[in-house]
């Protein structure tokens, strides 16, 4: 077993009042845990009128695909017990993508904030979050006749088809190693 902080994962209950789920003829197959790394970083600069501002950034990292994105907070997790073969293993290094984390946030400070001075930023705190997805396959609606399946993300509660999203497709179909 592994223990590893994890996002609040939906109850089968709760999984089934999901807009859109209900209406679907659907098993669910399996759950798997994706990472996303979280850092928070401080960043010193001088705005327009040369007053010294700290700004506090949050940057969430798929550890999949290895693209990243600014988040307003980190989300909730506890520490749980999982099997091992539910946690998919993180495909990109973090240490390969702080550089160009930290670069995106220095070009946002430069571009969009607009600030007097190039911006001093520190890395502070950063941790590993799990994220739950849940597949569930059938046949969709009743009229439909080929199966299909389809992607819970429980931390939006939004579901969607899982060929819309490739990257990790290839972890719940083509048995790729997890684990």
């Given at each position: 077993?592994?223990?590893?902080?994890?996002?609040?994962?939906?109850?089968k209950e709760e999984a089934l009042h999901v807009k859109g789920l209900r209406a679907l003829q659907t098993n669910?197959?399996?759950?798997?845990?994706?990472?996303?790394?979280?850092?928070?970083?401080?960043?010193?600069?001088?705005?327009?009128?040369?007053?010294?501002?700290?700004?506090?950034?949050?940057?969430?990292?798929?550890?999949?695909?290895?693209?990243?994105?600014?988040?307003?907070?980190?989300?909730?997790?506890?520490?749980?017990?999982?099997?091992?073969?539910?946690?998919?293993?993180?495909?990109?290094?973090i240490d390969t993508k702080k550089d160009a984390v930290k670069e995106h946030i220095r070009n946002y400070f430069i571009h969009y904030k607009k600030v007097w001075s190039p911006p001093v930023i520190e890395l502070?705190?950063?941790?590993?979050?799990?994220?739950?997805?849940?597949?569930?396959?059938?046949?969709?609606?009743?009229?439909?006749?080929?199966?299909?399946?389809?992607?819970?993300?429980?931390?939006?509660?939004?579901?969607?088809?899982?060929?819309?999203?490739?990257?990790?497709?290839?972890?719940?179909?083509?048995?790729?190693?997890?684990?």
């Amino acid at each position: 077993m592994k223990t590893v902080k994890v996002t609040e994962m939906l109850t089968k209950e709760e999984a089934l009042h999901v807009k859109g789920l209900r209406a679907l003829q659907t098993n669910r197959t399996r759950t798997l845990l994706f990472p996303i790394h979280f850092s928070v970083w401080t960043v010193e600069a001088k705005n327009i009128l040369r007053q010294n501002r700290t700004h506090k950034v949050i940057v969430g990292l798929d550890l999949i695909k290895g693209k990243y994105s600014f988040a307003e907070s980190i989300p909730d997790s506890s520490d749980e017990v999982v099997h091992p073969l539910r946690v998919v293993n993180s495909q990109i290094p973090i240490d390969t993508k702080k550089d160009a984390v930290k670069e995106h946030i220095r070009n946002y400070f430069i571009h969009y904030k607009k600030v007097w001075s190039p911006p001093v930023i520190e890395l502070e705190k950063e941790e590993v979050i799990y994220m739950p997805y849940t597949v569930f396959s059938g046949s969709g609606h009743s009229k439909q006749k080929a199966e299909k399946n389809f992607l819970l993300e429980h931390h939006t509660r939004n579901l969607d088809a899982l060929s819309n999203h490739p990257h990790l497709e290839r972890f719940f179909l083509k048995g790729s190693e997890i684990g």
